[in-house]
């Protein structure tokens, strides 16, 4: 499975965070092999606009774990690049990935779904829900003694999370207090580029 992940990040030619600080070391392997996987990897192509829009779209698939329609939907409701990101970035599974609760997106998700995150006190299982200004993030009070957070506290220690979000390491805690939009941070994927794939098809 490990290698199935890797690959996908070779053929995408970006790191992608799919194994969390992995991915911030010299172990990554777009650093290690940073060439395209299989016997023609190396082999240089040009690629065509639909071809890099298709790549793109690719990339926000397997940063969020999206299917092509829930893909198809997020483009369907919103044309704005800036308001997609933002839509992106307020998920809560995203959200408890920036708050320093998991160390990559994909482990967000897991933790999500697996029901060890509260919002506003209440457990939501759906990481595409999106967080609001004035929600409060933070893990069960039952989850905080699994393995799963072990060493939190000191890892939270090291966070820097966005303005929009204010965390609180010693209670677990995080609260959404702005939008996002203010963010400037960038993904490792282009959404404008993705809009014109929608748009053609």
């Not at 194994?19 to 040009?46: F, I, L, W």
């Not at 606009?49 to 999206?66: A, N």
């Not at 990101?85 to 408890?96: I, M, N, Q, S, Y």
Request: hydrophobic letters at 30%.
């Amino acid at each position: 499975m490990r290698r199935i992940k890797e690959k996908k990040e070779r053929a995408l030619g970006v790191k992608l965070f799919l194994k969390a600080e992995r991915c911030s070391s010299q172990k990554c392997v777009t650093v290690r092999r940073p060439g395209k996987p299989g016997q023609h990897g190396n082999r240089r192509s040009q690629v065509t606009e639909y071809g890099k829009q298709l790549q793109e779209k690719q990339k926000i698939q397997i940063f969020f774990g999206l299917n092509n329609k829930q893909v198809r939907v997020l483009f369907g409701k919103e044309d704005d690049p800036e308001k997609i990101k933002a839509a992106l970035r307020e998920r809560l599974d995203f959200v408890t990935y920036l708050l320093g609760f998991a160390k990559s997106p994909r482990i967000a998700r897991q933790m999500v779904s697996h029901g060890h995150i509260l919002v506003n006190g209440r457990k939501v299982t759906v990481g595409s829900f999106r967080v609001k200004k004035n929600d409060v993030i933070e893990i069960r009070p039952e989850s905080r003694n699994s393995k799963l957070f072990e060493g939190i506290k000191d890892h939270l220690s090291h966070v820097s999370s966005p303005t929009w979000l204010k965390l609180d390491p010693n209670n677990l805690k995080g609260q959404c207090v702005a939008s996002s939009t203010s963010d400037t941070s960038e993904f490792p994927f282009d959404v404008a580029l993705v809009g014109q794939f929608y748009s053609r098809n």
